[in-house]
């Protein structure tokens, strides 16, 4: 039982363009949504969180958008650069606990 | 302040031995949290300790077993291991002060061959 989908396993964008990765998650319980960067060889990287009690989360070139009745998160990152070429994973969690991943996205940035 | 390590980096090993990894947490954090990462899959909870007790599990059988100390550095043990269980194996910290607020610190992992 997949509680948390990333249902594109690859994107690929221009360089300084909009990167827009999606996620969708089944549990209605969950109070907290994170992404994170992975490259290879390393641990996955914390970019940027949202609360359930909001619907958009900005950092930069990084925004978060929640839609609690579509059970729907996505990132955006704006302008795309190449050093963002890595996989991002949303991850979700109820009261603290564990995080719950999804399947990853492999964002490929060409100059 | 220094983020979360572990240790070893890789490590071989065949049927049936035992396994013992280390994770350090970031400064300040008083919980820890294991994952498996099985190749091109996300991370998936194995269990967390706060303050040195399990605070909840993944669907990870019994030999999957762990520790947290004072210092709160933390061991992942695995007995009987199995060809499965080859992964790479992550540690994250956090602090926890109030219920919602969960964002989780990653070690660079370490990668498990069972053969």
């Known amino acids: 039982d997949q509680q948390v989908k990333q249902n594109s396993p690859s994107l690929s964008v221009q360089e300084g363009r909009i990167s827009i990765l999606n996620c969708d998650y089944t549990?209605?319980?969950?109070?907290?949504f994170l992404w994170y960067k992975k490259y290879p060889a390393e641990g996955p990287t914390f970019l940027i969180s949202?609360?359930?009690?909001?619907d958009k989360n900005e950092d930069g070139r990084f925004t978060v958008f929640l839609n609690k009745s579509a059970k729907h998160l996505s990132l955006h990152i704006v302008p795309s650069q190449p050093g963002d070429s890595a996989v991002y994973f949303c991850?979700?969690?109820?009261?603290?606990?564990?995080?719950?991943f999804g399947q990853g996205t492999e964002l490929s940035v060409k100059p | 302040e220094t983020g979360v390590t572990q240790s070893p980096t890789h490590l071989i090993k065949t049927r049936g031995q035992q396994v013992t990894l280390r994770c350090s947490s970031q400064?300040?954090?008083?919980?820890v949290s294991w994952y498996q990462q099985a190749l091109g899959q996300g991370p998936q909870f194995i269990f967390q300790?706060?303050?040195?007790?399990?605070?909840g599990r993944g669907n990870f059988p019994p030999r999957f077993s762990g520790l947290q100390f004072p210092n709160y550095s933390s061991e992942l043990n695995v007995n009987a291991l199995e060809l499965d269980d080859s992964a790479l194996y992550l540690c994250?910290?956090?602090?926890?002060?109030?219920?919602?607020?969960?964002?989780?610190?990653f070690g660079p992992g370490t990668r498990l061959t069972v053969l």
């Open positions: 400064s300040g954090h008083n919980t």
């Open positions: 991850a979700a969690s109820y009261q603290g606990g564990k995080l719950i």
């Open positions: 994250a910290s956090s602090l926890v002060v109030r219920t919602g607020d969960n964002e989780q610190f």
């Open positions: 300790y706060y303050r040195e007790e399990e605070n």
């Open positions: 549990n209605s319980m969950f109070d907290y």
């Open positions: 949202i609360s359930s009690i909001k």
